[in-house]
């Protein structure tokens, strides 16, 4: 190993030491999404058809009296994309703290990145 490596080695050692979870969570959350061969959340662009991966933050049911609807915020550790469900009060599989891949159009609601009635496949549990 060469001086100019080991110095770089060291440097990577001593950031993932000091390194708060939610950094470290983030880079995780990247490296398997650049893995998996998906788009990362925040190079998707209003109008684009992507592929994205990540982790569930949280799901919501929002009661509307013409349309209800499920939301769920999926981070890949460098944004966050909403998956919209129109008409749907639940989905089995979809909570908080689970991994999943998703495909649609995005669209931008409110300046906040929406796929709205994603394909969705579930990722096993790790």
Same mark, same amino acid.
């Given at each position: ?9 060291? &440097?990577?050692?001593?950031? &993932? ?59 890949d550790g460098s944004d966050v994309v909403t ?5 749907? &009060? ?7 703290? &689970? ?6 159009r995005c669209a931008l609601r409110d300046d ?15």
């Amino acid at each position: 190993m060469t001086t100019d490596e080991s110095r770089v080695s060291l &440097r990577r050692f001593l950031q &993932r030491l000091t390194a708060s979870e939610a950094e470290i969570e983030a880079e995780e959350l990247q490296r398997e999404s650049t893995e998996s061969g998906c788009v990362p959340a925040r190079q998707c662009s209003r109008g684009q058809v992507v592929s994205v991966t990540g982790r569930l933050r949280t799901v919501v049911y929002t009661p509307r009296t013409n349309l209800p609807t499920l939301e769920a915020d999926l981070y890949d550790g460098s944004d966050v994309v909403t998956l919209v469900w129109l008409g749907r &009060r639940h989905i089995a599989g979809i909570e908080p703290g &689970r991994h999943l891949t998703a495909r649609g159009r995005c669209a931008l609601r409110d300046d906040r990145k929406v796929i709205y009635n994603p394909y969705y496949e579930l990722d096993s549990p790790k």
